[in-house]
């Protein structure tokens, strides 16, 4: 059963290529091509017209590269924003290609994805990652410190910002997911007295 849950989340459109190698956009999750320009994302137009999202980037190129507004901008429909359930499917697709390559284990792979299972239940599947604040990452450490060690809270806390990282770093994300002062692991000193707290 798990495994079928498992094959569930993973299954996401696959990206298209692009239509010839100088094509200046990329396909973004959002099944949209896509232009990072001093920072920041902008798309151009759904994957099956990529002729069109290239017209649309040769227009608005110099504006973007000088700071100025797209020609006919509007706001991003709410639904084209990331959810936490599509970073997490893009997220599981990675490592799940990486153990395909023998270049992570089974167990790793397990790891991250039961650890993906506990943040989507507790920030919801359909939340948008922008939304997240400081306080969210506050509460949902207390909630992941319930019942288990230091040493099991550290790990949970390292795997979920490396799946925050992920997003940014493949450019879901327009900016880095700013944590807060508390969703820390925690110090080595305690960790340090925990271990010397139980029976050898």
Not at 35 to 43: A, E, N, T, V
Request: proline share 7%; hydrophobic share 35%.
């Amino acid at each position: 059963m798990a495994k079928e849950h498992m094959a569930k989340t993973l299954k996401t459109p696959a990206k298209p290529k692009k239509p010839y190698p100088e094509f200046p956009l990329f396909p973004h999750a959002t099944k949209r091509w896509a232009k990072k320009i001093r920072g920041k994302l902008y798309y151009f137009g759904p994957w099956d017209k990529p002729d069109e999202a290239a017209a649309k980037y040769l227009a608005n190129r110099d504006r973007l590269q000088a700071g100025m507004p797209m020609l006919g901008a509007s706001v991003t429909p709410a639904d084209t924003r990331l959810t936490m359930r599509e970073l997490v499917n893009q997220f599981l697709n990675s490592k799940r290609r990486l153990m395909e390559n023998s270049e992570l284990s089974r167990q790793m792979h397990h790891d991250y994805y039961v650890n993906c299972e506990m943040v989507l239940d507790l920030l919801g599947r359909d939340t948008l990652v922008e939304s997240l604040k400081a306080e969210t990452f506050e509460d949902m450490r207390a909630s992941m410190a319930k019942g288990v060690g230091l040493v099991t809270l550290g790990n949970r806390i390292r795997l979920t910002r490396i799946l925050f990282k992920y997003g940014y770093d493949a450019d879901l994300l327009e900016k880095p997911v700013k944590f807060g002062p508390a969703f820390k692991t925690p110090s080595k000193k305690l960790l340090r007295a925990e271990r010397q707290s139980k029976p050898k």
